[in-house]
Nanobody, 116 residues
Framework: QVQLVESGGGLVQAGGSLRLSCAAS????????MGWYRQAPGKQRELVAA???????NYADFMKGRFTISRDNTKNTVYLQMNSLQPEDTAVYYC??????????WGQGTQVTVSS
């Protein structure tokens, strides 16, 4: 079992920044990846970024260099630095943990709202 605790969401103005954090605990198989997905009302959940325990990253094309994912393996925590936020980024952001040995785990989600 893996538990994911997300934090860092909130309300920001367009052009502002937020940093999301996701702390994982429990039995984490290796290799694995942790990442962020987002879902706006009426839309499908989409990948934002993911990072493996070895540091390899995968970014969605829409990020256009605005977002950066990082991982601190000593703390079992993944971060998503979001800069130049726009109203279109408004969504619930979900932390994800994935390995080849069990079903993926999901956090409860943290709301990110960007005002114009």
């Amino acid at each position: 079992q893996v538990q994911l605790v997300e934090s860092g969401g909130g309300l920001v103005q367009a052009g502002g920044s937020l940093r999301l954090s996701c702390a994982a605990s429990g039995n984490m198989f290796i290799p694995n990846s942790m990442g962020w997905y987002r879902q706006a009302p009426g839309k499908q959940r989409e990948l934002v970024a993911a990072i493996t325990n070895g540091g390899r990253t995968n970014y969605a094309d829409f990020m256009k260099g605005r977002f950066t994912i990082s991982r601190d393996n000593t703390k079992n925590t993944v971060y998503l630095q979001m800069n130049s936020l726009q109203p279109e980024d408004t969504a619930v952001y979900y932390c994800n943990f994935k390995s080849d040995f069990e079903l993926p785990y999901w956090g409860q989600g943290t709301q990110v709202t960007v005002s114009s």
